[in-house]
Structure formats: structure tokens, C-alpha cells
């Protein structure tokens, strides 16, 4: 039994397709089997452009959903209503979405009125004896388990960095179509009076990024050091509650149970302590590095290779002699 | 932003000619596992719960704090709301301390096993019932479980008490009958406005959570908590607990703790080191 699968694009305002997003195709793509991977693209103010089309395509979707709302998509009721009736208008048994904050509040509105199974933060998803099975860590990484939708429409929120993206070999191009939902009056009741979508900073998304670089207290508000090792490793900045509570760095850049869950390959902590809150948020890591002039901060409890030593030396000679091998 | 001494950013208008409309808030507590403990699957799936290490929420002070706010700055009352075991009682039994007026725990066997639908169900049923015997205005959640961190529960309450919600609220300002939250996402900031009833989920940018004081604590004491049934609901025990559940957690194990680690003290070369073990694993 294999049924179409339905993927979420999630997408700059600039109109470009946010990285996990390609992860999700790949995974889509070898669900789906022959009964086709459904993009849906929300028009909210911006078109998906031909290039994207063609990176959907390539990367497995055989359908490209412009999604036409009479209402703001970024609303979450405006946006399960939208997802509601694609999923009523392809069939699709599974509704695949980057795990963030918005997309899980479609999809729990979704559990609601569709009666679908919901897993969140998962990094891996299997059809195993014609039920969707999901493997996802908890308790701050500590556990892994496995977990089946028993209802007969599956929603899975997948983790960034879980899935390889891949692009199928003799993809066709997709069919675009237009898809335009009337939204009820129920969805209108909250309006969105604001949006400030945040400026792109030059480095990978935080999120999704494969390497990321923590600072923490120990940077005492000098977050050069941190950024640097960043820029020479090509990968994100990102920090502690005490870091961005105290405006060293955007709250945007928080690590932690609340604050972004990522799962990069290699985590680097720099003067970060390693409190629980913090490594609910990072302790799934690949690779985890720590930086800490105390040799009992616990983060070198979950530390691959960790140095006890002051970060403003053995940081920045770290960057320079990854610069000098790197060529 | 979080100052302990800073005046939080959950505010309520001041009142205007001593006018002040009365709110009623629900606050959803939950009791879960300390995450400083040890915590643990077993083999059903389900978190183990032995008593004695479970704790209210941490994320859930926050909802209670903004609700006792609220309430100061104007009028009314908060009832602190907790579906689980017996245990759980100590979440709403905190909420009391830290100032609620009335506290409500729904308990039954049929609820073992609920997924998020499952509790969600219960506890709209349980906030359908406050609502009749006094009109809610308001219903606060923490922003996730610290046990779980599916942050599905609010969203999914609100559907089904069909309540506009307003969720990760940062800020929180209720006035003149409208509630207006701003929350950041990962990629954007966004305000969001509705008229009440409504429910809104914090997080802990919201305020600072305070402590009970002995005065709390002493007052508490008098205060009862209701015990509620399925029954008492009228829920459907079929829709609830793991019969209910459209999840199933098929396997559990602890992940074994990570070999081959390296822990080296700085003697001046710590830094070239660290460079070789990222280039020499072919992590960079
Ligand atoms: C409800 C709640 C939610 C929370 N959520 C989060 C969250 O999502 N994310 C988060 O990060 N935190 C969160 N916290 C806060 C968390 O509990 C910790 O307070 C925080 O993570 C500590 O940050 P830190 O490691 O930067 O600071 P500290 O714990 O103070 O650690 C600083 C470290 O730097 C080291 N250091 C100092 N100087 C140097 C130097 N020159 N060289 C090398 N090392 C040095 C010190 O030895 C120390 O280990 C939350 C707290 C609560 C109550
Ligand atoms: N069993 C419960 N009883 C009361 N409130 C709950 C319960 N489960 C979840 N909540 C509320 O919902 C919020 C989000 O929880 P979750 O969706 O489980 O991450 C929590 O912060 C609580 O406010």
C-alpha cells in the first residue's frame, strides 16, 4: 500500500525554498512510491518561480499546489484549512512538515479536524507493514524510541538534518496547478497584525544548519571569537538563554528546550555550561565539542572531545589552524 | 529582557473609572517528571512516573504567573486545571500556592496512555464544565511540556473548544476585551490579535515566575482542589487514553552513552588540537 504524500514548502518571503524542505522531498519521494509526492507551495504574496519548480521537481514532487487563500496564510487555522482540503483533493494518507513552532500548530489543528495521527520532531520516518513509523529521540536526546500512526491519515513533523536530500534520477517536470481555498470565518477570528520575518545574517539557518557554533556566559558578551570560528567552519552562530537574555545576540539565536532544537553534525559549546534547558535543545547532535575553563562544567558529560581551557585562546587558535589546513 | 525586577510585559489595561470588566482565566498545568531527574520510558512507551521526582511544568509557572498578573491588574479569578494520575495534583496544588483561586484535577484510569488529542479532549471537557458553572474568558497554557515538548497541545485545545489561539506569546496585553500577543518564530516576529474568549500559550520570555510565599502557601492549604471523573465530563473513555491514542510508541531505549571521548586540558596547543580532530574525523 503506498499513497500519495503531501509536502509542505516552507519559503522565504524572497521566494526561496528553506533547506529541510529538500530533505522532505527525498523522504517523500521514496514513501510515495509511483502514487506521487504533492508539493504545496502558499501563496502568500510571493509565486514559487520556474527555478523552484524545476527544484521541486528535481528533487521527486510530481505536483506543484499553488495554495490561494482568501485570507493571510501564515495564520495557522487559515493555514490547516488550506492543507484540510488538499489532503481531501490528492488522496495523500501522509502530510510531511518541517518541524517548527508554526507548522506544528497546522498540524495540531489538523489532529483536530481530520482525525490524523501527529508525530513531532522526528528524524526518520519508515512505511513498515502499511503503517508510518517514526523514530524521534526525547528527554533531551537521552532516549530514542520508534513510533506507528495507527489513524488512517498520517502528519509527521521532521527534524532538520535527518535525511540526506537527493535528487531522483529521470525526475519529469511537475504539473503546476492552482489550488484556492475559501476560509471559514472560524479561522478569521485571530488577524495577524504584524510580521517581521527576519533578515537573512550571511551564515546557514541556525535550524538547519550542519555545523553550528554556541557561545554562551563565558564569551562575556565578545561573541567575535565564536563568530569567527563560525565563518571559517562555513556554519551557524547560536547561543545560550543567558547569551541572548542578556542581548548579546538575538533571541532568534537561542539553543535550547525553548528555544530552537537543532541537530547539527558538529556542535561546538563555547563557555557554554551545559544546563539541562540548553541541552534539551543540542544533545542529539552528531559530534559535540565543548570549550570550558571548568573541567567539571557538565557539558563535557555528553562532549565527543572537549578542552578544559580558556576559549578566548584556544578558540581563535582553533579557527586559524583550521584555516591554515583547510588551505 | 527578563529582569528579575523588570516589570513583566503581560499586562492588563488599567482599569478606567473602576470599571474593570472581571476576567475568568483557566490555567493548564501539567505534572511531569523533573528534568533535572533521571527520566525514563518503559515498556509500554509511557513515561515512567514513580512519584516522589515529579514536578509542575517549569514552562507552566509562566502560564500561571501571567494569569495572576492579569488578574491583578483588573479583577477576577484563575483556576488552575490539571489532567493526569494522582500525582498531578501537586501541579494545580502549586498553582494554589503561587495564588489561584480554585484549582480542578481530572482523574481517572481510562485516561492512561492519551496522546496529546486524548488529554487535549479531557481538558477541554473539563474547562467546558468550569465555563458553564462560570463564563471563561480566558485560557492560558505554557508553550510545551517539558516532557514531551510537542507544543500540540494549546493549539489543538483551542480547536476544540473552538477558541481563537494565540500561541508563544511573549508579550500579552489584554484590553478592552481583545487579547493581543507577540511571539517570535524562528524566522519572523509576528502580533496577533483576537477577541476574547480566546486561549493563549506563553513562553518564558513572557515574565518571571514568582515564588509562593508562606502567606501562599498557609492560604493553599484551605483552598480544595475538585476531583473530576471522565464520568463527571461525560467524556467518551473510548476516545481517550491509549484506546484512544491514534500514536503508538512501539520501542524505547535509552541511547548509549557516547564512546571514544576525548577530554584534553589546555597546555597551549588545545587549539591546533581541536583543528585536528575536527579535520582528521572529516567533520569539516
Ligand atoms: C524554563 C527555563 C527554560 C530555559 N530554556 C533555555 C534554553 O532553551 N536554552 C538555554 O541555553 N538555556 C535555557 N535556560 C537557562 C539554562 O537553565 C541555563 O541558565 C543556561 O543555559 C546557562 O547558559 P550558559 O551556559 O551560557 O551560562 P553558565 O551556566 O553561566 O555557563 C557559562 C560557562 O562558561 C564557562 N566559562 C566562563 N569563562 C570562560 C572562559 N574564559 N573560557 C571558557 N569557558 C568559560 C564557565 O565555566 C561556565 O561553565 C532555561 C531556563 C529555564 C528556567
Ligand atoms: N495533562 C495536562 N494537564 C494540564 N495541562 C496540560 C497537560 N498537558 C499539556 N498541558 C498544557 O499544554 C502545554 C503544552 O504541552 P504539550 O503540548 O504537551 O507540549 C503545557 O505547558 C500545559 O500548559
Redesign the pocket.
Known amino acids: 500500500m503506498t499513497a500519495p504524500v503531501l509536502v509542505l514548502v516552507d519559503h522565504t518571503e524572497a521566494g526561496a525554498v528553506r533547506a529541510p524542505v529538500r530533505e522532505l522531498l527525498t523522504l517523500a519521494s521514496r514513501l510515495a512510491g509511483d502514487a506521487g509526492v504533492h508539493a504545496a507551495w502558499a501563496v502568500d504574496g510571493v509565486e514559487p518561480s520556474a527555478e523552484v519548480v524545476a527544484e521541486l521537481g528535481a528533487l521527486g514532487a510530481t505536483h506543484v499546489h499553488r495554495v490561494v487563500a482568501d485570507a493571510d496564510l501564515h495564520l495557522s487555522g487559515v493555514l490547516a484549512e488550506a492543507l484540510a482540503s488538499l489532503l481531501d483533493a490528492t488522496g495523500a494518507g501522509l502530510l510531511l512538515v518541517v518541524s517548527s513552532f508554526e507548522n506544528k500548530e497546522a498540524a495540531a489543528r489538523l489532529a483536530v479536524s481530520t482525525g490524523a495521527g501527529v508525530v513531532t520532531d522526528a528524524d526518520g520516518l519508515a512505511l513498515v507493514d502499511g503503517r508510518y513509523v517514526a523514530s524521534k529521540t526525547v528527554f533531551a536526546g537521552t532516549w530514542t524510541t520508534t513510533c506507528a500512526v495507527t489513524a488512517p491519515l498520517a502528519i509527521v513533523a521532521l527534524k532538520p538534518n535527518s535525511v540526506q536530500p537527493a535528487a531522483v534520477d529521470g525526475a519529469a517536470a511537475p504539473q503546476i496547478g492552482e489550488h484556492v481555498v475559501a476560509v471559514s470565518d472560524k479561522a478569521r477570528r485571530v488577524t495577524l497584525v504584524e510580521r517581521t520575518e527576519r533578515p537573512a545574517s550571511g551564515r546557514p539557518d541556525l535550524g538547519s544548519a550542519s555545523i553550528v557554533v554556541a ?6 558578551g565578545d561573541f567575535s571569537v565564536v563568530e569567527e570560528l563560525a565563518d571559517v567552519l562555513g556554519g551557524a552562530v547560536g ?5 541572548t537574555d542578556e542581548g548579546w545576540i538575538g533571541h532568534d539565536a ?6 530552537v532544537t537543532i541537530a547539527p553534525r558538529v556542535y561546538i ?10 541541552r ?2 543540542m544533545q542529539a547532535s552528531g559530534t559535540i565539542v565543548a ?4 573541567p567539571d ?1 557538565p ?1 563535557f558529560e555528553i562532549a565527543d572531545f572537549g578542552v578544559v ?4 585562546t ?1 578558540v581563535p587558535q582553533a579557527a586559524a589552524e583550521i584555516r591554515r589546513l583547510k588551505g | 529582557m527578563s529582569g528579575v525586577s523588570a516589570p513583566g510585559p503581560v499586562s492588563a489595561a488599567p482599569g478606567t473609572g473602576g470599571n474593570v470588566p472581571r476576567v475568568r482565566i483557566v490555567v493548564c498545568v501539567k505534572h511531569v517528571p523533573d528534568i533535572q531527574s533521571e527520566r525514563a520510558l518503559g515498556p509500554d512507551g509511557r513515561v515512567v512516573r514513580d512519584g516522589g521526582d515529579g514536578t509542575i511544568n ?2 507552566d509557572e ?1 502560564a500561571v504567573e501571567a494569569a495572576l498578573a492579569l488578574v491583578e491588574a483588573s479583577e477576577g479569578s484563575v483556576v488552575a486545571l490539571t489532567v493526569g494520575p494522582d500525582d498531578a495534583a501537586d501541579a494545580v496544588r502549586r498553582g494554589l500556592q503561587l495564588g489561584a483561586d480554585e484549582a480542578v484535577h481530572v482523574v481517572d484510569d481510562a485516561i492512561a496512555g492519551s496522546d496529546v488529542i486524548g488529554t487535549a479532549r479531557v481538558l477541554a471537557a473539563a474547562i467546558r464544565h468550569l465555563d458553564a458553572q462560570e463564563h471563561v474568558d480566558l485560557v492560558i497554557t505554557g508553550m510545551a511540556g ?1 516532557d514531551g515538548l510537542t507544543s500540540l497541545l494549546p493549539t489543538a485545545l483551542a480547536e476544540l473548544l473552538d477558541l481563537p489561539a494565540l500561541p508563544l506569546a511573549a508579550e500579552l496585553t489584554v484590553e478592552g476585551g481583545t487579547v493581543r500577543v507577540r511571539r517570535n518564530l524562528d524566522h519572523a516576529s509576528e502580533v496577533l490579535e483576537a477577541a476574547l474568549p480566546a486561549l493563549v500559550s506563553v513562553t ?1 520570555q513572557a515574565n518571571e515566575p514568582r515564588y509562593p510565599n508562606f502567606k501562599g502557601i498557609m492560604a493553599a492549604r484551605k483552598k480544595p482542589i475538585t476531583t473530576l471523573t471522565l464520568a463527571d465530563l461525560e467524556v467518551d473513555a473510548s476516545r481517550v487514553g491509549a484506546q484512544g491514542a491514534r500514536t503508538e510508541v512501539l520501542e524505547a531505549a535509552a541511547r548509549p552513552p557516547r564512546d571514544n571521548r576525548v577530554l584534553v586540558q589546555d597546555t597551549g596547543d588545545a587549539g591546533v588540537r581541536l583543528a585536528a580532530y575536527l579535520v582528521d574525523n572529516q567533520l569539516v
Do not use: C, P
Open positions: 557561545g554562551g556566559r563565558g564569551t562575556e547561543a545560550t538563554r543567558v547569551a537561542q539553543i535550547g528546550q525553548t528555544g559549546g563555547v563557555g557554554v555550561s551545559g544546563a539541562v534547558h540548553h534539551g535543545g570549550i570550558n575553563s571548568d562544567a557539558i581551557g580558556d576559549l578566548f584556544v | 517549569e514552562l509562566n517539558l518564558d
